[in-house]
């Protein structure tokens, strides 16, 4: 049971360039999120999905469009990457849409925009 | 809105030592609270949690005791490991919420 994947693992652009990175769960959960994590600011949500066929922005969405494909599926796009998206990104996906249920983490992309 | 203030890092103990995180929260309803932790290279992992107050949330030999009156989860153990160098999250879900919460995460070195 793979859980949550991501890929890729490392990614190294420049200025201006695009990409995507990509998310799935096998759990066959709802709800998929995506998160950027910064020395000292924790794990900030950029945008997520409450089901399949939604997505909303969360704490700091600029600069990312997302796709949610199919239930699966979650991919987070940098149309025009910039220094300041220097991050490790995280996807993840509760278990449940109720409170009390955990998140489960992919392994994360540490990308570096120079 | 919602938000998990949790004590700033790095913390570094000597193996043995006692462990305490604090973390504190602000939050509408009734939360459920959680401690997740980092290993190097890896992605966030579920520690811990506790769903109404007054639960205990243990497992691994960490503890937390959600506390309604002082809207505290604080994280501790008892003797820690040099396997227990990570880092910590405080984080909190919000009944009916899509989104969890985090604090900014505390750091743990410890020394053998």
């Known amino acids: 049971n793979a859980g949550v994947t991501q890929t890729p693992k490392f990614q190294v652009l420049k200025t201006g360039q695009s990409m995507t990175l990509q998310c799935a769960q096998d759990m066959n959960h709802n709800s998929m999120y995506w998160y950027r994590q910064d020395p000292g600011m924790g794990l900030r949500l950029i945008y997520y999905s409450a089901s399949e066929g939604t997505t909303d922005k969360g704490e700091v969405p600029n600069g990312y469009n997302v796709s949610r494909l199919n239930k699966r599926e979650f991919s987070l796009r940098l149309e025009s990457a910039a220094p300041s998206q220097t991050s490790v990104y995280f996807c993840a996906s509760p278990g449940q849409q109720s409170g009390d249920t955990e998140a489960f983490f992919g392994q994360g992309t540490r990308l570096t925009v120079v | 809105g919602d938000s998990v203030t949790q004590m700033e890092g790095p913390v570094t103990l000597s193996e043995e030592a006692f462990l305490t995180i604090n973390c504190t929260y602000t939050a509408t309803g009734y939360p459920s609270l959680f401690w997740y932790v980092q290993y190097p290279g890896e992605g966030l992992q579920l520690l811990l949690k506790?769903?109404?107050?007054?639960d205990k949330g243990s497992n691994k030999g960490f503890e937390a005791t959600y506390r309604k009156e002082t809207t505290s989860f604080h994280l501790e153990k008892g003797s820690v490991q040099v396997s227990d160098s990570a880092v910590y999250f405080c984080a909190l879900r919000n009944t009916g919420g899509f989104k969890t919460i985090f604090g900014a995460g505390t750091r743990l070195f410890v020394k053998a």
């Open positions: 506790a769903t109404k107050a007054d």
